[in-house]
């Protein structure tokens, strides 16, 4: 059974930096391409960042130059590095692969970005 945790959420001011982590049980999350997605009240989940089984990286250009994504495979995680956050960045964020399952969703964790 697959498990994915988030964790590292909290409340921010503008310009202030989080780091996300996302914690699997019951897969090698190095041989998947996996994303860093959010979903702001009353909208859709969004992907913005990925990292492919190669390392290749690519991010939404709203978080471009802002977040970084990265991976330890010895501890099995996924990590976002937020920086620069802004309020806009308000939501929560969750790991998936970039082509979802619906069964690994986890319970993501809350970001929120405000004075």
């Known amino acids: 059974q697959v498990q994915l945790v988030e964790s590292g959420g909290g409340l921010v001011q503008p310009g202030g930096s989080l780091t996300l982590s996302c914690a699997a049980s019951?897969?090698?999350?190095?041989?998947?391409?996996m994303g860093w997605y959010h979903q702001a009240p009353g909208k859709q989940r969004e992907l913005v960042a990925r990292?492919?089984?190669?390392?290749?990286?690519t991010y939404v250009d709203s978080v471009k130059g802002r977040f970084s994504i990265s991976r330890d495979s010895a501890k099995n995680t996924v990590y976002l590095q937020m920086n620069s956050l802004k309020p806009e960045d308000t939501a929560v964020y969750y790991c998936?692969?970039?082509?979802?399952?619906?069964?690994?969703w986890g319970q993501g964790t809350q970001v929120t970005v405000s004075s």
């Open positions: 990292i492919t089984s190669g390392g290749i990286i």
């Open positions: 998936n692969t970039v082509l979802p399952i619906a069964s690994w």
């Open positions: 019951g897969v090698r999350l190095s041989i998947r391409t």
